[in-house]
């Protein structure tokens, strides 16, 4: 009796020293920009205490203009990012190993928005504004297939060159440029605003990724909060108004200049795009066809210098 007695004392000091050593190393986890809800669920899983009851320690820190988030990765300054699935082709091309550990979003938010409610596909040789960051792979590739010679102007976060009226056009996010355009007065309309995910570009973006070497030598760790991080958006789909409390309280501490209604409309569009069109449900896992699709398009316009596999997106 007594030496079953030990067994499960030492079964039992076993587990708890193996959790406590889980949360000995925090995984530090950097957003692709500053606090917004495009980053809800993360927020929740850290403000509901989904991560700690998961076993794993999570600091979220957010990018600076001068130290974006890839950087951060690839200095080792943080173990974790979420990166859109074109940015991830590009950064595996280029010799960087990933592994896709949460897929998020299940279709694509970015839209062309026209000026002087044209069809932006009859403004060849219109002035585009893109992001300086790297998005925007699939505009290009779309110009480039229809022969529309863009001039892609670079602007850093906001809509001010568009409204000022110094471009024929601008891509936007459906979640965040769209309504900044809409709190600008600017009129959207089926004819001016033209959005990929209805014209066969209809690319997952955000997911969560870490480098292969992390995430080999950190496994249970990663699907611990892969685990919770799903978990917080569930809970923020489910809760979205205590969501937007939660969310207001990371934009007030950074003072980032938003406001509720478009934290608000933001959250509710981003928790949209979560759902699949197939199956229309939140399935939280990366699509091999449209990993496919995305590789395929970037070769073609030599984006990519060779095909990127799905496989190459999953840990073993």
Known sequence: MKQTIYILLFIAMMATSQAATAQDETIVFTPQWTAQAQFAGYYVAEAKGFYRDAGVKVKIEHPSATQPAMARL???????????????????????SLVNILQTSMNNAMVIVSARDKNPLTQKGARVGIWSVSFGQLAICMSIKDHLDYEWVRFAQNVNLFVAGALDATLAMSYNEYYQLVQAGIKMTDKNVYR?????????????????????????????????????????????????????????????????????????????????????????????????????????????????????????
């Open 74 to 96: 690839r200095n080792n300054e943080c173990q974790a990012t979420t990166l859109q699935v074109c940015q991830a082709l590009e950064i595996i091309d280029e010799g960087i």
């Open 196 to 316: 990929f995910c209805d014209h066969g570009y209809n690319v997952q973006e955000d997911g969560v990724y870490m480098t292969r070497e992390y995430y080999t030598k950190h496994k249970d760790q990663a699907r611990r909060f892969a685990q919770a991080s799903k978990k917080g958006w569930e809970w923020a789909a489910a809760h979205p108004d205590e969501t937007l409390d939660i969310v207001m309280q990371y934009v007030d501490k950074d003072r980032i200049a938003t406001n509720r209604v478009m934290q608000r409309l933001m959250l509710k569009e981003v928790l949209r795009l979560q759902v699949d069109r197939e199956s229309k449900k939140r399935e939280f896992r990366l699509r091999p066809d449209m990993v496919q699709q995305a590789s395929r398009l970037m070769v073609e316009n030599k984006m990519l210098s060779r095909e990127v596999k799905y496989e190459e997106f999953i840990g073993n």
